[in-house]
């Protein structure tokens, strides 16, 4: 607030001065302050009348006389009353069309505004509604115990009144609008984020379908592989055998001995390997096993000659 009769008058009420008036109407041993902010380009310019037992001052700028005054013939203090109210309707009236207008403007260039553009604009038409029911307060109070000090302003005050409760009802219709566009803005951004959650979802499902695919033909191959060395190593038994007692050291075995050692090693091994259900289920799977090795074979890469690049990709090569 700086310096000025109106920060005087806040230390004889005991508050600081260079802040506002907390409160549109204080009481104080040496009188009562109204208090009113006008608002400005460079932010509100405050005003106040300091009624005391034997005198009424005007703070601030002088407000220009209105014609709502001289057509009730009101002078004096009186006039002035009402030329303060009347300017300071008038302002909060203007601040809110300018809202208003600006907010046309927000709507008609849809995303591109940002959040905190709308923010900005509704947290002044906030302050602009406080800055009203200042003028609500005051005038109750014009109207009520300090109306002896203002006579002839009662009519005056009723027409003033209007005027303040339409510029409240205008700004509360701009903040409602404001908020609105905020809500709106709100589900456009709830509504981009669920459609992507959407998207990443189906991805999410597609390479999850990739994986299922790529385990069941890997399945495939791991048969394949449990199928060879289940008969590798009932190949493998009689041929090692063959092997050992083809040797010249087995020389000293006799004939129908190595015959029959040998017969013993390719039965045993068979039949004890065979005879197992899930070996049987697994050579009876065998067909449709083949079919998921196939396909899995076909989607890995595909290698030239050794040292030779890598000519091509399989389908699902990204």
């Known amino acids: 607030m700086g310096e000025g009769p109106l920060a005087d008058v806040l230390k004889l009420l005991g508050n600081p001065p260079d802040k506002p008036p907390p409160h549109a109407v204080q009481h104080g041993a040496a009188g009562t302050l109204l208090a009113l902010p006008i608002p400005g380009p460079s932010g509100p310019s405050w005003r106040g009348v300091w009624i005391q037992p034997n005198a009424v001052t005007f703070l601030g700028e002088p407000s220009p006389s209105t014609g709502l005054s001289r057509s009730f013939h009101l002078a004096g203090d009186s006039a002035k009353l009402i030329d303060l109210l009347a300017d300071a309707a008038r302002a909060y009236l203007d601040q809110a069309e300018a809202v208003d207008e600006h907010l046309s403007n927000l709507q008609r260039r849809g995303r591109e505004v940002q959040g ?12 602009l509604r406080a800055h ?12 009520g115990p300090s109306s002896s000090r203002f006579p002839g302003a009662e009519t005056a005050l009723a027409a003033v009144s209007r005027e303040v409760d339409r ?8 903040q409602q609008s404001l908020s609105d566009l905020i809500l709106l803005r709100s589900a456009e951004e709830a509504n ?14 597609r390479i999850a379908e990739l994986a299922n695919i790529s385990n069941i033909r890997m399945l495939g191959l791991t048969y394949i592989a449990l199928a060879i060395g289940v008969v590798g190593a009932v190949v493998l038994i009689p ?4 092997t050992i007692l083809g040797m010249p050291s087995a020389g000293w075995v006799p004939g129908y001995w190595v015959d029959g050692i040998l017969v013993v090693l390719a039965v ?9 259900p899930w070996i049987r289920k697994i050579l009876r799977d065998l067909g449709p096993a083949e079919a998921r090795a196939e396909e899995g074979l076909r989607d890995l890469p595909e290698l030239a000659a050794e040292g030779s690049p890598r000519l091509s990709g399989g389908r699902n090569h990204l």
């Not at 905190?116 to 302050?127: D, F, G, L, P, Y």
């Open 167 to 174: 510029a409240r009802e205008f700004a509360a219709s701009v």
């Open 239 to 242: 041929n090692t055998g063959a």
């Open 268 to 276: 045993v091994p068979f039949v004890a390997v065979f005879s197992r």
């Open 132 to 143: 009203i029911g200042r003028a609500v307060v005051v005038a109750a109070e014009v109207e």
């Open 192 to 205: 981009r984020i669920a459609e992507a959650a959407n998207q990443l979802s189906r991805t999410s499902n």
């Open 116 to 127: 905190s553009t709308i923010w900005a604009k509704q947290r002044e038409v906030a302050a």
